[in-house]
Nanobody
Framework: QVQLVESGGGLVQPGGSLRLSCVASGIVFSISTMGWYRQAPGKQRELVAAIWSGGSTNFADSVKGRFTISRDNAKSTVYLQMNSLKPEDTAVYYC?????????WGQGTQVTVSS
């Protein structure tokens, strides 16, 4: 049974930082591509960042230079480090992987950027 469990969301002031974590189980994590998505109220879910098994990464233009994605294969965990947060980063953030041609999602973690 595949499970993705996110943590680390919360309320932060503009310019602040948060680190999200996603622990995966039920997959061979080391060969899996992992992604972070977000969905703001009234908007479509969008890809924020992805990391491939070899460590290559990809970012949405809106977060380049502010967010980093990393992985710890020994802990089956993917991280999203978010710096210089803006109010427009406010959303529910979801962890994602495609495993054996099926999409899996975590339950989401709320990130709110507000003064």
């Amino acid at each position: 049974q595949v499970q993705l469990v996110e943590s680390g969301g919360g309320l932060v002031q503009p310019g602040g930082s948060l680190r999200l974590s996603c622990v995966a189980s039920g997959i061979v994590f080391s060969i899996s591509t992992m992604g972070w998505y977000r969905q703001a109220p009234g908007k479509q879910r969008e890809l924020v960042a992805a990391i491939w098994s070899g460590g290559s990464t990809n970012f949405a233009d809106s977060v380049k230079g502010r967010f980093t994605i990393s992985r710890d294969n020994a802990k089956s965990t993917v991280y999203l480090q978010m710096n210089s947060l803006k109010p427009e980063d406010t959303a529910v953030y979801y962890c994602n992987t495609v495993y054996v041609r099926r999409d899996y999602w975590g339950q989401g973690t709320q990130v709110t950027v507000s003064s």
